[in-house]
């Protein structure tokens, strides 16, 4: 099947499932205790697609152009066996890459036998190096040191490059922004700073919080001075700048202040199976009842392909060119379900 450009000309390239909605941590800015506490019915067994599902969708992903996979979640060491899983999207045609977004905190026992079993990288996310702030970013009582020795062990085991991703929020934790960038100098990981994003009324978010990342990019330059260095490729999400002393690279997702969307070769797949062609889309198809009522793989890869020909978000975009506001407009988005 001839690989299809959506309605903006871009093309499909890469894919990111969503392989639970749980997740260990409790982050305030992604899943407010309020909101995710005991109450909360997070999908049963049966609701999630299988890993035979996964694979048999992400074949005919690859078959429309998908080069890339991300497992992510919720927290996707939480899903067992998920070396069985990645082992099944390693043997499709076509997919060169298969990267894991983690909170770190399952990741040293793991590491070896998720690279065994074909991952390619990890990117691992970690707010702050200071324990207090750490926790109540996290609002967790796990240590820190958990995240690190992940960090360490999927360095050891090869999973490279090592992305370590930091969602900055004024008065909360944008004061470690200048340490953790010191610490990762000079290391393999590459640091790259996070736009705190409005996911919608669960998060409380406020445009007061977000630090632009212009604002980060000088004053990490007045301090170790940067270069830009020019993108690889189509859809890069961060603006990445090494260090002109040789300590490596830094890199800033600038989502809110700078959206991406005409560079945006993204589809995302929830843990029960619908497509979102936008993290903003609040509607998704339902590819899971499609697989269950026992389409083809033609069915499956022609429905995907109608779906990505029809896609027109633009939804960051579109916002940014609003004036700006003080609070959240959005639906609420569970970057849980859809795999942040
Ligand atoms: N549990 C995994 C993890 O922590 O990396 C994967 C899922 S998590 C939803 C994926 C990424 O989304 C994390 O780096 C997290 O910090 C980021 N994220 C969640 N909510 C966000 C928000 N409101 N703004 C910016 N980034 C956010």
């Known amino acids: 099947m001839t690989p299809p ?3 903006l000309s871009r093309p499909l390239r890469d894919l990111r499932i969503s392989v639970t909605d749980r997740c260990n941590l409790r982050c305030p800015y992604c899943m407010p205790r309020e909101v995710f506490g005991r109450d909360h019915a997070f999908m049963a067994r049966e609701e999630l697609l299988s890993f035979e599902e996964i694979a048999r969708l992400a074949r005919q992903f690859a078959a429309l152009g998908v080069t890339k996979v991300r497992l992510t979640g919720g927290e996707p060491l939480l899903r067992r066996e998920l070396e069985r899983l990645v082992e099944m999207i390693a043997a499709i045609p076509g997919i060169d890459d298969i990267a894991l977004t983690t909170n770190g905190t399952l990741l040293a026992a793991r590491a070896g036998t998720l690279r065994d079993a074909g991952l390619s990288r990890v990117t691992v996310s970690l707010d702050a190096l200071d324990e207090q702030v750490f926790r109540s970013m996290s609002d967790t009582r796990l240590p820190l040191a958990r995240v690190l020795a992940g960090i360490d ?5 090869g999973l490279a490059p090592l992305k370590v991703n930091m969602v900055v929020r004024r008065g909360v934790n944008d004061h470690c922004a200048l340490e953790l960038a010191e610490h990762f100098r000079g290391r393999p990981e590459t640091l790259r700073f996070i736009e705190y994003m409005d996911v919608g009324a669960s998060n409380g978010w406020r445009l007061a919080e977000v630090v632009p990342a212009a604002e980060l990019r000088d004053a990490i330059d007045a301090r170790w001075p940067l270069e830009p260095i020019v993108p690889d490729r189509l859809g890069e999400v961060a ?9 490596g690279e830094i890199g800033f997702i600038h989502s809110v202040s700078a959206p991406f969307c005409s560079s945006c070769t993204r589809a995302r ?5 619908r497509l979102h062609t936008c993290l903003f889309a609040t509607h998704g198809h339902d590819l899971r009842a499609l697989l269950r009522e026992g389409a083809s793989d033609d069915d499956l890869a022609r429905e995907i392909a109608l779906i990505w020909t029809a896609r027109g978000d633009r939804y ?3 916002r ?4 700006t506001r003080r609070g959240s407009a959005h639906p609420r988005i569970e970057m849980s379900y859809i795999g942040g």
């Open 5 to 7: 450009v959506d309605r």
């Open 153 to 157: 062990a999927a360095l050891a085991a």
């Open 239 to 247: 603006t990445r700048y090494r260090y002109r002393d040789g300590a």
């Open 269 to 273: 797949l929830s843990a029960d199976g």
């Open 316 to 318: 960051s975009a579109a």
């Open 320 to 323: 940014a060119e609003q004036t």
